[in-house]
């Protein structure tokens, strides 16, 4: 009851008050609703991540191990599996054609990779611009790699012919040399087919990379009197580390698997001037049914690809260095 002239007052719990509004638990209430609640959420989120490590581990992990396997063993493909414990290691490494395959694998993958970076970089800023017309030109670009490899091969291949070829229909001499009989010649083929043909997807990816880059750096360049190509060297370049980084890995992981364009164009010759291993390892399998040398080369592909996506990844240092520089 209160007398005339007081003011009621709500009654307050004297636990509440001394707690004060600010209490951890409070606190942790609000940060529990902003957050979806409890680790509930958390599980839920969890479970997402399932159905893509089920397939990695039946479409990743199970074939490596069946290939790793099967390496210690003798097959041809049809008949019964016996073991055969490290012969086919001993032979395959013995083998004095493995360091010549190595090599040309090498060289492609080195050649094609300083081919196509400079160019990939400059068509993909290039088509960063604004302006209408580089959207055309974006999808005028990107056709090479809708393209089958063993189409692109076989246009080149008839292109290049000495005898019906281009050169002969054009009265060109220069076009009209043995391109895929003379092994120079052949690997310089390879080298410029695979460029064309994948020019447009690093392309793509450096266009991504250059519109994340600030406006505002470009301005205050402009303003200090930097003109454009100093502006590309001092601040493009620079911002697409990362992006190089992940460029350069696609490009050098995915220079191990070439095998149809190879096979199309030159069918790993003249000679062995254009055998890489993925060439070598589909023909001691499937055409000298050796399959578990055959599997040590696919091995060896697979050691190779992680010891250079390590290293590369290496060298572009963190993930929070890189998302840290793109702010």
């Given at each position: 009851?209160?007398?005339?002239?007081?003011?009621?007052?709500?009654r307050?719990?004297?636990?509440?008050?001394?707690?004060?509004?600010?209490?951890?638990?409070?606190?942790?209430?609000?940060?529990?609703?902003?957050?979806?609640?409890?680790?509930?959420?958390?599980?839920?989120?969890?479970?997402?991540?399932?159905?893509?490590?089920?397939?990695?581990?039946?479409?990743?992990?199970?074939?490596?191990?069946?290939?790793?396997?099967?390496?210690?063993?003798?097959?041809?493909?049809?008949?019964?599996?016996?073991?055969?414990?490290?012969?086919?290691?001993?032979?395959?490494?013995?083998?004095?054609?493995?360091?010549?395959?190595?090599?040309v694998?090498?060289?492609?993958?080195?050649?094609?990779?300083?081919?196509?970076?400079?160019?990939?970089?400059l068509?993909?800023?290039?088509?960063?611009?604004?302006?209408?017309?580089?959207?055309?030109?974006?999808?005028?670009?990107?056709?090479?790699?809708l393209?089958?490899?063993?189409?692109?091969?076989?246009?080149?291949?008839?292109?290049?012919?000495?005898n019906?070829?281009?050169?002969?229909?054009?009265?060109?001499?220069?076009?009209?040399?043995?391109?895929l009989?003379r092994?120079g010649?052949?690997?310089?083929?390879?080298?410029?087919?695979?460029?064309?043909?994948?020019?447009?997807?690093?392309?793509?990816?450096?266009?991504?990379?250059v519109?994340?880059?600030?406006?505002?750096?470009?301005?205050?360049?402009?303003?200090?009197?930097?003109?454009?190509?100093?502006?590309?060297?001092?601040?493009?370049?620079?911002?697409?580390?990362?992006?190089?980084?992940?460029?350069?890995?696609?490009?050098?992981?995915?220079?191990?698997?070439?095998?149809?364009?190879?096979?199309?164009l030159?069918?790993?010759?003249?000679?062995?001037?254009?055998?890489?291993?993925?060439?070598?390892?589909?023909?001691?399998?499937?055409?000298?049914?050796?399959?578990?040398?055959?599997?040590?080369?696919?091995?060896?592909?697979?050691?190779?690809?992680?010891?250079?996506?390590?290293?590369?990844?290496?060298?572009?240092?963190?993930?929070?260095?890189?998302?840290?520089?793109?702010?």
């Amino acid at each position: 009851m209160t007398s005339p002239g007081q003011v009621a007052t709500p009654r307050t719990d004297p636990a509440a008050v001394a707690a004060g509004p600010g209490t951890t638990g409070d606190r942790g209430r609000a940060a529990a609703r902003r957050t979806g609640g409890s680790s509930h959420g958390t599980g839920a989120v969890s479970w997402m991540v399932v159905p893509a490590l089920l397939m990695f581990v039946v479409f990743g992990v199970v074939p490596l191990i069946g290939v790793l396997v099967l390496s210690f063993t003798q097959w041809d493909g049809l008949g019964a599996i016996r073991p055969a414990g490290a012969s086919n290691w001993r032979a395959v490494l013995s083998d004095p054609a493995l360091p010549h395959t190595i090599w040309v694998t090498f060289e492609i993958m080195i050649l094609s990779w300083a081919a196509q970076t400079p160019l990939s970089l400059l068509i993909g800023t290039f088509l960063a611009g604004r302006q209408r017309y580089r959207g055309w030109l974006a999808v005028l670009f990107f056709v090479p790699l809708l393209l089958s490899s063993a189409a692109i091969a076989i246009t080149y291949k008839a292109l290049l012919d000495p005898n019906f070829g281009l050169g002969a229909g054009l009265k060109v001499g220069f076009l009209t040399q043995d391109w895929l009989g003379r092994s120079g010649l052949a690997l310089g083929v390879v080298i410029f087919v695979v460029s064309w043909q994948f020019i447009p997807f690093h392309s793509l990816i450096y266009q991504g990379g250059v519109r994340q880059i600030p406006t505002s750096m470009y301005e205050a360049a402009e303003i200090d009197g930097a003109g454009r190509v100093r502006q590309f060297f001092s601040i493009t370049v620079p911002q697409l580390k990362y992006t190089i980084i992940t460029s350069s890995t696609l490009m050098v992981v995915g220079s191990l698997t070439f095998f149809d364009l190879i096979f199309v164009l030159t069918a790993g010759g003249p000679g062995d001037a254009t055998r890489v291993l993925a060439l070598d390892m589909y023909k001691r399998g499937f055409q000298a049914n050796l399959m578990g040398p055959a599997s040590v080369i696919a091995v060896l592909l697979v050691l190779i690809g992680l010891a250079l996506a390590l290293l590369l990844r290496r060298l572009g240092g963190s993930t929070t260095a890189s998302q840290q520089e793109g702010a």
